[in-house]
């Protein structure tokens, strides 16, 4: 495509920063880090499949402080993309748009997701 | 001369050629993770030994197996739509766009596979 001179659409730097707006790119961002997490957990899976010494030599870096802070920055990911796509869901359906619905229900997700990954390291054997 | 009736030609083409088959599938694997995704999570925290031995049987339980198999092919199925869209939008030349696209499908469904064939050998015991 040839490039087009003249004004385009407002950038996106000329917003005032909003829930609403940071959860949208949060949405995506987390599903692209996801999709890569998703290459890890097919590793991992074909670690258990090949034997115990392939799986001793990837929990080693699992178990490193980088391969934790990885996975925790996964799980906190996935409860977000998780959340934020029952919200989505519902938007779907055609509920859920009102200005004050969709920013409560935000906050409801940004709350939610944090807590459920407290409570995953917290309780459970993942710790 | 065309028989067919105007609606019979736009059914199923959207300005991207391929109707809403992508938006579908995105949304119907949606729905899919939510309760698998609550499931393995919650597996995943109840798990009281990560050893090797323990996680091995973990999978050879049938149930288990299934459900990590669904939980795998709907993640790939919904992560590979979901890239996809975001090259669309980020990706302007037509040939990058395209390849891009085209090696994020071969990826996912190599890794699909491979991870699918992982789980049917430990659950076999093999």
Redesign the interface.
Do not use: N
């Given at each position: 495509m040839a490039a087009v001179k003249g004004p385009l659409s407002p950038h996106l730097t000329v917003y005032k920063w909003q829930l609403t707006m940071l959860l949208s790119i949060a949405h995506r961002a987390t599903g692209v880090f996801l999709s890569l997490g998703l290459l890890m957990l097919s590793c991992w899976l074909l670690s258990i499949a090949s034997g115990a010494e392939a799986f001793h030599a990837m929990s080693i870096h699992i178990n490193a402080w980088y391969g934790q802070l990885i996975l925790i920055l996964f799980t906190f990911s996935l409860y977000l993309h998780l959340c934020n796509g029952i919200r989505h869901l519902f938007w779907d359906t055609g509920y859920g748009f009102e200005i004050k619905t969709s920013n409560n229900s935000g906050y409801a997700v940004v709350i939610v997701s944090t807590l459920l990954c407290v409570i995953t390291w917290t309780a459970g054997g993942m710790s | 001369m065309n028989l067919r009736s105007p609606l019979a030609n736009v059914r199923g083409l959207g300005s991207a050629k391929e109707g809403t088959h992508h938006f579908w599938y995105q949304?119907v694997t949606?729905?899919f993770?939510?309760p698998l995704?609550i499931w393995i999570?919650t597996a995943?925290?109840?798990?009281?030994?990560?050893d090797?031995e323990s996680?091995?049987l973990w999978?050879q339980s049938p149930i288990n197996a299934l459900l990590l198999l669904f939980f795998?092919i709907a993640?790939?199925f919904h992560?590979?739509l979901?890239?996809q869209v975001?090259i669309e939008d980020y990706i302007?030349s037509e040939w990058q766009k395209f390849s891009c696209i085209i090696l994020i499908k071969f990826?996912a469904i190599l890794?699909?596979m491979?991870?699918a064939?992982?789980?049917i050998?430990?659950f076999l015991g093999l």
């Open positions: - | 949304r949606a729905l993770l939510v995704t999570m995943l925290v109840m798990m009281t030994a990560t090797y996680i091995r999978i795998i993640l790939f992560a590979q979901g890239v975001v302007h990826l890794a699909g491979a991870s064939l992982a789980i050998k430990i």
